[in-house]
């Protein structure tokens, strides 16, 4: 399986001119490199995704959120649908960061339908899971995984999807290890990696749809520590926040991944 490194811009940067020149960056590191084995992304602020998809890139553009309410139009002040979000040109969105979560309240069932909405104008979903940590120190992660990979299980009973495979992808991220420079073992994210397939390979309908699901680690990844991650077999990639702000360490990401990945 391709690795996928994938940076979420979250609010930033401040204005249109410097996320061109993010982009621009990134696409130079791009045309001195091989990265075969890793596709890139990256998740700008929704307000700048039309003007960089003319940015002539092999890279995928995603966002961050869409309506949970019309997959279309409708009258849902401040919401942007996933119609309108593949017609901006983004083909992928974020769905379930701890971030959204935490701060706006979605819940099992609002996840569910901006998924729903997605698929249905053929975006792919980079769905995010992951445990705090009261609920890490009191070792509830895998049942705290279980309870919102349900999300996932509803998807494949009540969808008539194909083929997710191409077009979903799981990102664990323990909320403690975002944005903190914490970050858990390689062993543990193997492991809970290897928990997360098993989990979802369990679900009826899974093996059809999906085969082996592609599960990213996020939190706190940066040039120093990726390879370590892009050693393990069950890490199919990177979600990254901070460290996808500047082109160098992202594309160090980037090419660790490609590099262990072509090696394994
Ligand atoms: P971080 O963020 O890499 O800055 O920890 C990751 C994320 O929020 O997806």
């Known amino acids: 399986m391709q690795a996928w490194v994938i940076g979420n811009w979250k609010q930033n940067p401040a204005t249109l001119q ?15 490199a091989d990265l075969a084995a890793c596709r890139l992304m990256v998740v700008p602020s929704l307000v700048h995704v039309s003007s960089l998809q003319q940015q002539e890139t092999a890279i995928a553009i995603g966002v961050q959120d869409i309506s949970a309410h019309s997959a279309e139009t409708g009258a849902f002040t401040g919401d942007c649908s996933a119609a309108q979000v ?3 040109g983004a083909t992928w969105v974020l769905v379930g ?5 935490q701060y706006y309240g ?10 729903k909405n997605a698929l249905s104008q053929q975006l792919g979903v ?3 899971v992951g445990e705090t940590k009261e609920q890490y120190d009191s070792e509830q992660t895998f049942s705290v995984l279980a309870s919102q990979l349900t999300v996932i299980e509803q998807l494949l009973a009540e969808s008539n999807e194909e083929s997710l495979a191409e077009r979903l992808i799981i990102a664990y991220e323990p909320v403690w290890a975002i944005g903190t420079g914490k970050v858990p073992t390689v062993e543990e994210v193997a492991s809970t990696h290897t928990h997360i397939k098993a989990v979802i390979q369990g679900y009826a ?6 085969g082996e699901p592609c599960v990213l680690y996020g939190g706190s990844v940066n040039a120093a520590n990726a390879a370590q991650f892009a050693q393990a077999d069950s890490v199919n990639g990177a979600l990254v926040g901070g460290a996808a702000l ?4 992202f594309f160090a990401i ?11």
């Open 246 to 249: 500047q082109a160098d360490s």
């Open 86 to 88: 593949r017609d901006a």
């Open 254 to 264: 980037a090419a660790a991944f490609s590099t262990a990945k072509s090696n394994s």
């Open 205 to 210: 309908g899974a093996e059809a749809a999906l």
């Open 97 to 101: 960061h701890s971030e959204r979560r």
């Open 126 to 128: 980079i769905f995010c």
């Open 106 to 115: 979605e819940d099992e069932a609002t996840l569910y339908q901006k998924i």
């Open 18 to 32: 410097a996320a061109k020149t993010l982009l621009a960056d990134i696409n130079t590191e791009l045309k001195s």
